[in-house]
T-cell receptor, first 113, second 110 residues
């Protein structure tokens, strides 16, 4: 069974569109995260979500919004997509909010044309 | 400005060699230092370090934190081709934020 899963794996869309990426974890973890990895492999945390508390990286544009219907899911919604949003987006989860022993999903490669 | 710097940027070694990867950090309200291995897809967690001088070990990999020097090293002994990957270092801050370095790309050749 996959611990952290993401859908879709690939997403190609045009500028200005709105899209969502889904994430689910079956580990019973309390904290989930979204990361963005650019073409140079630089990884940056976007959000962490723990017990309904959302911590946002201040550099993330407000076009990005996480939505958590329950503890096992943290979806990422992106409005008005821009070329610079092209990247690989990783979801992750951990038992606590200390980033220890995070499990990452396989990633979603987003390409904005 | 918070930052994490890794060196070298890339490294090529032969199987059986021992390598040391470096990570230095300058962050506000340091909480922990984390190491990850990223092969073709997603990163996998290796170590989390919070206390100076206490080595964490997992098989041929080990890591230690030096809070005085604001740095950490990751050692890999008897390297194998399966160790080829990008190794990422990250520092957690008091604001529950996580800053990553640009990574060290390790290539182990047979």
């Amino acid at each position: 069974d996959t611990a952290v899963s993401q859908t879709p794996k690939y997403l190609v869309t045009q500028m200005g569109n709105d899209k969502s990426i889904k994430c689910e974890q079956n580990l019973g973890h309390d904290t989930m995260y979204w990361y963005k990895q650019d073409s140079k492999k630089f990884l940056k945390i976007m959000f962490s979500y723990n017990n309904k508390e959302l911590i946002i990286n201040e550099t993330v544009p407000n076009r990005f919004s996480p939505k958590s219907p329950d503890k096992a899911h943290l979806n990422l919604h992106i409005n008005s997509l821009e070329l610079g949003d092209s990247a690989v987006y990783f979801c992750a989860s951990s038992r606590t909010d200390t980033f220890a022993e995070q499990y990452f999903g396989p990633g979603t490669r987003l390409t904005v044309t | 400005e918070d930052k994490v710097v890794q060196s070298p940027l890339s490294l090529v070694v032969h199987e059986g060699d021992t390598v040391t990867l470096n990570c230095s950090y300058e962050v506000t309200n340091f909480r922990s230092l984390l190491w990850y291995k990223q092969e073709k897809k997603a990163p996998t967690f290796l170590f989390m370090l919070t206390s100076s001088g206490i080595e964490k070990k997992s098989g041929r990999l080990s890591s230690i934190l030096d809070k005085k020097e604001l740095s950490s090293i990751l050692n890999i002994t008897a390297t194998q081709t399966g160790d080829s990957a990008i190794y990422l270092c990250a520092s957690q801050t008091g604001a529950n934020n996580l800053f990553f370095g640009t990574g060290t790309r390790l290539t182990v050749i047979p």
